[in-house]
Structure formats: C-alpha cells, structure tokens
C-alpha cells in the first residue's frame, strides 16, 4: 500500500471507478418529511468542471468511502452552474450522504447513462407527468427546456406534478417560479391536503385525465412511483399516445455503472449504458423484470 | 517469427528459465484438481488434469480485486500498486483462451475500459496448449474453437509424437519467450498436420447454436423455464468456474476508520443480486433468474459483445452439484420452438 | 439393474399411479459418468429412470421445501438423508403426512453401525439393498480432534482456503432453509463479500453453529463442493460434542427434543463458576 495522500491524477484518467471529489456547497431540505435533500456540488478540482459535462437524464454514482455508491439522476439541467442531486434516504449510501454537511467532500463517478431524446423533441409540445421523487430526474430536462437558450426549440411545455402532501412536493421555490412563467402551464396536485394549502386535491393520473394533453406532435416524459407510472400509462395510452411517444427513466440497482457488473441488465440491455431513458415502446420490448 | 518444438522432459526446464525473467503461472496441483498459480520452480507445473477446476479468468479478473484504498475521514484514497513484472501464462486450453476474449471484449471494450483487468491483461504473455482429447464434459465443439490451436495465445504448444510440443510462434512477445527453443523442422509441421488430422471424439452431439438468440427470444414465457429451474440449487458455482461469466460486486469494508472499496464475484443466480434497497426486487424466483442467466450468455452477450457467453468448457457441467447440464438445457429449449 | 432398483420403480410407479402420490423426487441417471441426479416424476411410465447407487450424491429432502405446498411427495431417501428429514419434521417445516418416505436397509444388516442400524428412523417404504454409503471414518475425526489448538486451526484454514463462496453447501443442505441468510444481510453486514479467508471461516463457522444439533451428516455439502474443501471437519467435532454432552444424535429419534432448543434442568452447569 503506497503513501495516504491525494488521488493520482494520472489514474483519474483511465481508472473508471475512481471517484472525483466533490463539495458540499448547498444542502436543501425539499420534503416536510426530512428525508430527501438537494446537495449542491463544486468540483475540488477546476478542471474537472470542464471535463465533466452531462446531458439531462444522465446520472452519476454518488461515492461516501466507507458505505459505498449509489447511482443518482442529476437534477440540474447543464444550463445550470452547478452539479445537483436531490437524494431520498433509502439504505446504506443515501443515509451516509444524508449525514453530510456543508462543506464536507463527497466522490461522483459520471456521467453515465443515455439522456432525454432533447433534439427528437424539438419543435414539438412537451408534457411532463411526474409524481413524488420522480420530478428530481425531470427537472434536468424541464430546466434544460426552459432556458432561454433554449426555449424557443420547444413548443408548448405542460407541467404535471403531484406528491402525497403539500410537505412532500420538492423544490418548491421553483414550483413557484414555473407557475408564473407564461411560456409554462404548471399543474399541481397533491393525495392529501393540509392546512394552508389551497390546491387541487387528487392522484396524478386523476390530474392527467383532467389535464387531457393532446398527443399531437407531443411528447410525454413521465417519472414516479411504479404505481402512478402504471396509471400514467394507461392514461396517456386512453388519450391516444402511441407508446413511442412516452419517455420514462428507470431505476436499478446499479455498482459499476459502468456495463461490466451485469447487475442492472435487462434483456439486451445495460439500464446504465442503453437506459436509464427509455421509451414505452422499448419497455415493452424488455422482460417485465424492472 | 519461427515456430519451434519443444520436448515434454524440457517443459520444468523451460519454465525455470522464464521465472529468471517473468513471473509464470501455470496449472499447480492441487490434490483432486489443478488451479492456476504462480510458480516458484518449474516442476510444480501439473497438466495431469485436461484443466484447472476453475478457468483462466481468475488471472485479469481475479475474485477479489482491491479497487483502492481509503481513509474515512478525510475521504481520501489510493490505488493499489500497478503491475511491475511481467506475468507468463502457461497451460491455457482453447476453451479459455476464448473465454479471456470474450471478457476482453467486455472488459476492455466499450464507452468504457476496466484498468484493473487491462492492467493485467497487458502485462500478461499467453501459452496456450492444444487437447489430445476432450473429456465426457466438453463441448467446445459448438463455439468455432479448434481443440488444437488458438491465435489468442502469443505461443501455442500443441503435443505431437514422439513426446514433443510443437510451438506456433504467433508474436513478437511470444518469439521473445520461445527465442531459445529448437527451430521446428518440415518433420514436426508434418507430424502437426497428421496431429490436426485426427478426429477428436466428443460426447454429445453439436448444438446448432446459430438458431439459440431466434429460439430464445420467443420463448421468454414458456413453462419449460419451471422445469429447466427445478432442480436448480441456485448456488453461484456455474458461474464462479465459468471462463466468460463476469458478474460483480462492489463493497466497501473499514475497519477503525481505515478501509477498501473491494470488487467481488457474484452471480446473476444469487437471490439478492438484484435487490434494490428499497426493497423491490425484479427477480424474485429461482426461474426467472436462471431464465435471466441462460439469456444473457447465449443471447444478449452476443448481441452486445459480438459473441456467445460460453466456450463449451464444461466445467459448470461437471461442477454443478445437481448435474444441470447446460447442453441438455439448450437443446430442450430449440427442441421445442414452434 | 440391481433388485432394489427394480423394486423403487416399482412402488414409485405405484405411487403415482395410485395417486397416492403428486410427485416422485428421486434419483436418475446423470449426463457424466458416475453422476446421477435429482428428478421429479409425475407419471407412473416416468420413474423407468429411477436409480440408486454409489452415486447418488445429493440431499434430495431439500426439494421438499419447495413443493410442500403443492399434494404429497414421495421421496427417495439415503439413510442419513431420513435423519435430515425427522429434524425438519421436528422443526416444523415438513409435516410427516405431506411425505412418503422410500428409504433402504442393509441386505445383510452388520453392527458396524454402516447405515445407522438396520432400520431408519422413519420410512414408509423399506427396500433392502447392497448400496452403502459408508459414514466418514472415526479415525480422520479423531485425528483432527487430537491436533493441538493450533495446528487444528491451521489445518482448518487449510480447507477455508479452498473455498470460493459459491454457497453450493449451503444451498444443498435440507437444514439451511432461511429466507435470507446472514451472509445475504448488507445492514449490518455480517460477513464480507468475496474469498478472503477471514471471512470465510466466519461463514463456515457460523453455519457450523447454524447446523449444531441439527446436521444429519447427510454429506451432501461434501459432494456438492466444486473445490472439495472438507467441510464435515467442524460438523463432525460439533455432532461428537454434542453426543458427550447431551446425548443427542440430530435426526434419530423422531421423538426426541431438539438438543439445543430444549431446557432440562439436567444439563450441565458446570461452565457457571
């Protein structure tokens, strides 16, 4: 074992699984639960903001040494400064990285995976149906969208976005800023209400039904618990969207991230390498084992 | 680049001379069974077992493979030492000479390459050597391999009368290996052609493996997966003794504040392989992952690597402690496509 | 074929064809030499297949597990397979009803003790036969019983060596039926992944005491080894302790309470000072 010391640059380079240290700049708590957070990240080592340059959909594996890694979608879109990734405490990483405070490194391996089909999509109306956590991996292509680099590319953009409880619902400060923006129709529902929250009440699927977008030169990108996907489906499929039309990223248990574990394969697939965006259409094709 | 003839008695001699140079690993006995192992002398080389019980790679992909180092509390890590010597590898049959490239092209292809196992793998010299005959558990037959030659291996021996080998020189690392070995003479490349000539006896008949990815694919729901699964203990020793399968984990161990993120084989059969910590798990049942084993090596692997995930080695067959045989288990899966 | 095979067809098909019985798990024969392998028969014409002999190397009880659920099971039990079988049924996994044992005495029944007296502790269908399976030889027990301390762990990490954790014995044992092992468990993590030898012995030793009382000696975990580590060295040296202390042999007595599971204000205190 050689000398403790800083990581050997030179095997940054070609070491996939080496981890690039990152700082904690900004921890928002998103849910009245205290159980998902956004950590906001700088890069310890300049040059590695150059280098690391995600698209939307993308997601990284998030390394505490010590507990281990966990594969999490990156939130910020790349029109964005920095690095965010909105984590649910779930097992042993997320909790870890939950205990982290301002200030204190943390190690990111990315960016893997595919991305949102963002050029296919131009020129066409977009639709996002999201539920719960499932807005974090949305937001990369909603922020994405809605730059002014790149808003004029997209036609009308229709927010659907439901959580359990007014508590739950996740970045609310931007919640507030897309229902004021004219070029967005932002709708919101939650299961249940509480005090002070004067909103629609109701399922997402409900909302959508209710919403009713047309599929004409649409797309319709949705992410959520599986149960609100599965009704998401049906609902869209009822509205006469062809299932080509319908972009989701799924979730899998992952370790390399890289496509050699063979932990996260489906079918002919990689989720890491040929996901984690996929269509209706090729989730079809795939085994039903996600 | 000359190909040479080397005697049967020379062998320990010729491995003496390579560990002045290199490190050399070679079948080692074991007592009921042989293993790749380095050498300390030349005669501890065993090649009285057709192989080794567990396949060549070990030797790039080993079972636990230290990713690096780290202290807890300042998050800060090392990598292991790289590889300084030069490593021979001697006694490689056909069959896992093709399994390290079908791994080379998961490993070190791809978006992606793996350091570790290109760090082994370049530091790495191949000596393959050719079977006289195929055990009752072979079946390389299927998979394009030639018992008796392998361009994989940057030398070949392949035994021919009279107690010699005959040595393709097949590189430049391999002339460097074999320089002072006896040139083969018109005598020995004919004696090689008469060796080639002889049919080698297997003990099942060739799968046609061609129409596998077609059959398989239709029959993802089909109820013969249940019985295929029955007697399935769902342990990982097919997949441990196998030359392709190269499933892992990565965990990470401390102990007081000091640690290692470590990478292990693991198996697609192991229940918990795809258990996510939310608790879901898309692979519930012993069939659908026995089902997702069998796919992903004669289907998928093909389909994103270029070639099928098996090399007719045997050794699952012949390890697999309720004798599930996978040529039983293919040919019952293209009997009955409709 | 041998007489005692021609007779286990027979009844088997007399099962089946009775309906006496939804299944037959036996043995057939393999696809290498000297193997053989476990089947599942539903159909009287079916168990033309049914061997028993030398070879017959695995612990088919483990089976019973699975199809418990679903009618009753004829099985085809080695002797020492019957022993595994009374603990489950002890342990209330397997209910005696759910089974139709068909196991096999010595043709000529000898006192050295080579198939656990002429008669099992439990059988529905006794079928005299020349097959053995002679039990390990006391001798290579003692042997590593009188090694000092020392050199019998040496030898012991000797065989931990060997190991690769592909679980083949664990998942051939009929006593390991948790549904999640602890080596399975992440948080806490009990055991480390992957063949360090440390961690081995750990797996091994904490199933050795998983097994204690329980180990039937069926030596199914032996034959299912793909490294032949001598795993019966710390089952053995339990299951001899566990006879001085308690008197207890797992599986022989269907009546008897489990050794470690029971309390009798006889049991030795002497450990209290």
Redesign the interface.
Known sequence: ????????CD?EI??????W?ARIIKITEESAARDTRTFELEWVDPDHTARFQHRPGQFAELS???????PISITSSPTQPNLQFCIKQ?????TAIHQRQVG????VRGPYGNCFPVEAMEGKHVVFVAGGIGLAPLRSVINYLLDESNRSRYADVSILYGARSPGDLLFKEELKQWGERADVQYYETVDRAADGYSGRVGFVPALLEEVAPSPADTVALTCGP?IMIKFVLQGLTKLGFAPSQIITTL???M??G??????C????H?VC?DGPVFSYEQLLAM?Q?? | MKDRILAKTDLASFLDRLLKRYRVVAPVD????SLFRPLQRGEEVCLDYLKP??SAKEVFFP??ED??????Q????????SIEKETVLFGVRPCDLKGIEAQDR??LA???????Y?NRRKHTILIGLGCESPE??CFCHNFDIDPRGSTVADLFCVPIDNGFYYVSVQSKQGEALAGDLQEAGAEHAQALEETKRRPLKFSAERIPLEELPGALADR?DDPLWEEIA??C?????C???CPTC?????????HRGV?R??????S?A?????????G?N??TSNI?RMR?RI??KF??FK??QGVISCTGCGRC???C?????I??VLSELLATKT | MSDCETRLRQVAAELLSSGQAARVIGYGP????E??????LTKPEETIVLVYNEHC??NLV??LMRVKEEGKSAIVCRPNDVRTLVSLIQEQQIEREQVHVITFTAKNADSNGAQDAAKPALFDTLIETEVEFPPAAQAELELFIDKPGDARWEAFKAEME?C?????C???CPMCYCSECFV?RSVP?WV?????VSDTMVFHITRAMHLAGRCGECNACV??????VDLKLINRKINSDLLELFGHRAGVDPEAPAALATFDPNDYNDFIK
């Open positions: 074992m050689t000398e403790e010391g800083a990581c050997r095997a070609s070491n996939p699984y080496h981890p240290p505490i040494l010590g507990a281990g890694e966990a779930m097992g042993v990483v997320t204190d490194v943390i190690g599986p979730e899998m248990r370790k390399c890289i496509g050699k574990c063979g932990r394969n489906i079918g002919r990689y390498i085994p084992e996600y | 074991q007592g009921e069974y019980a567990r079972q636990n990713l690096f180092y780290f202290i807890e300042t998050q800060k890590c090392v990598e292991p030492e998961l490993f791809g978006a992606f390459q793996d350091s570790y290109q009752a558990s993802f029955m007697r203990l769902g342990c990982s020793t997949t441990f003794v190269h499933c892992f984990d990565i965990t990470d161990e401390t640690g993120r470590v990478r292990t084989w693991d697609c192991a229940p918990k392989f795809t258990l996510h910590a939310s879901h898309p692979r659908q997702q796919l992903h289907s998928f389909d994103n067959v012949a390890a402690p309720v004798n599930l045989d040529r039983e | 393999g696809t290498l030499p193997r053989t392998r476990p089947v599942f190397r695995n483990s089976y060997k690769i954790r592909c679980y083949a664990r998942n051939a399975e993590r480390g992944e992957g063949s360090d034959e299912a080894c793909p490294m032949n």
